[in-house]
């Protein structure tokens, strides 16, 4: 797909493919499931190196940076996870899924 939305997942992906010739070891997180309001559709990816440094986006608000935590250690340990974010969560509104949201995020290290 070419519009809007697929331009900066491409680059997210470019910028994985750049950091892993880099020789980082890095992790992927996509977007694998939206229901009702979400902020990025299914399919969005951030990239992640083990320092936490970061480019693209799943969701936006905390919800980046608890991603960005998970992921270092999903880079450490080796093993996938599977995130879940939404508004039945107690921490909703912290996280930034005030809009009525949940997404699920795969987060897998790939270098």
């Known amino acids: 797909m070419i519009g809007n939305e697929a331009l900066p997942d491409l680059d997210v992906l ?13 992790a992927l997180a996509t977007v694998v499931e939206t229901w009702g309001s979400a902020p990025r559709p299914t399919g969005s990816h951030l990239v ?3 320092d936490g440094n970061f ?8 919800v980046e940076g608890a991603v960005v ?24 509104w912290r ?16 270098a």
């Open 14 to 26: 470019k910028t994985a493919e750049l950091w892993a010739a880099e020789g980082r070891s890095i």
């Open 48 to 50: 992640i190196d083990a």
């Open 95 to 110: 996280v930034g899924l005030s809009c009525g949201g949940r997404i699920r995020v795969y987060v897998e290290k790939v």
């Open 69 to 92: 935590t998970e992921a270092v250690d999903v880079i450490e340990a080796g093993h996938p996870r599977v995130l879940e974010f939404g508004v039945a969560d107690e921490t909703a």
């Open 55 to 62: 480019e693209g986006s799943v969701s936006g608000g905390c």
